[in-house]
């Protein structure tokens, strides 16, 4: 499992009834949202992108998976929203050795159990993990709050939790809420839709957790249409949901094209010499984007003063930007370079550990400019290390 039980176990014999449970729901919940991204993202990094996949006006495997992935991001906040919500934003951080996943290991709760790995895109890469994780729930599946069939079934459960304890105990459900540290703008999705919503009462607790079911499995049992703005839907304004838009690769339809022969479930120590201290740099951009998402949550809107420079908009602005100014350039360069089995590098996605003393940025800073001295692209005006410099300091 990607988190040990003893660490945060889950009653999954009864219904949600306690906000401690509920709490406990929701911290699952972050992590397989968490899980997921490095899943979609190595297998999108495996893509040889300077064709077809990535340029094509239509719907390449790449930009399907780019869009699912964007989405995921979205779902990771609604679902640390939630928990905001609930009282328990400071349960939540993710930036944690304990929250972030390693890979292989089995999706967290799912029966029957789905063995998650990082890999090369491919049909059966499709078919085996991507579709059977967005597996849409079966009409009149039952909520089920641990040891879950399907996502949908697990967010059932939660939105039951919710209705129970708004019913129980009224505003006091409430009482520890915090709107003003959730998640709300700077969202962007070219190729999918949904957007953040802040959480502060059941209405609305409904509605996130619909976004994310929907867009994930769809709307209705059979559909695989889901509303670009799920909670305000529009006739024809809709997307195909993450497991519809899996299944069309797998299908041919939206072509994967050709494909970098990188490793399975690799680390940054299964590297050697320059190629393992480009891993690490990943590994710690990677990390370097968890901690905006976290400073997001620590910064106040209400701290805003018209006029001065905020923060807070600029962590908004820049994580899921990094994504693709940062972590794509370091992880192309990785999965271009050979390596001595034969094969070639790829991007780890591990738990760097930032040391407390010296800032993270200027942490981060070193790891470029220590990588660049084997990887010079990585520098200058229109490299990597520019927009590690323009990245916010948490």
Known sequence: ??????VRPLNVEKPITTVHELRDHLY??????????????????????????????????FRSIRS???????????????????????????????M????????LHRTPPLPLHLGACSTSLMTEVFM??????????????????TLGQFYAAIRDGFTYLDRELGPDLWAGNRPDLQYYSGYWNQDGGGSPIVVC????????????????????????QVPLDPTNPTPGMSELSHFAKFQRIAQGVDLIGETWPVPTDPTAESFEGPVRDLAQFFDAAYCYVLCMIDAIYQASRKETVAGQRSARYGFERTFIGAMGGVLFPIAELLVSTPVADGGNAAPTFGYYHFEGVVPKKRQLEALCQQA??????????????????LLPPV
């Open 100 to 107: 972030i996943p390693t890979y292989p290991s089995d999706m």
């Open 1 to 6: 499992m990607l988190l040990a039980p003893k």
């Open 132 to 149: 059977p994780l967005e597996l849409p729930a079966k009409a009149g599946a039952p909520p089920q709050g641990g040891e879950y069939n």
């Open 28 to 61: 699952h919940a972050m992590q397989v949202e968490l899980s997921t991204i490095p899943l979609y993202l190595y297998a999108a990094y495996s893509i040889k992108t300077q064709g077809y996949s990535q340029w094509s006006p239509g719907l390449s495997g």
């Open 68 to 98: 699912v992935v964007i989405e995921e991001m979205l779902h990771l906040c609604l679902a640390r929203n939630l928990m905001v919500a609930a009282g328990g934003g400071s349960e939540a951080n993710l930036y944690d050795k304990v």
């Open 372 to 389: 660049s001295a084997h990887y010079p692209s990585l520098a200058g005006d229109a490299g990597v290390a520019r927009q590690v410099a």
């Open 201 to 224: 009462d059941l209405k609305t607790a409904s509605e996130a957790i619909a976004t994310i079911v929907e867009q994930g499995e769809g709307a209705r049992p059979g559909d695989d």
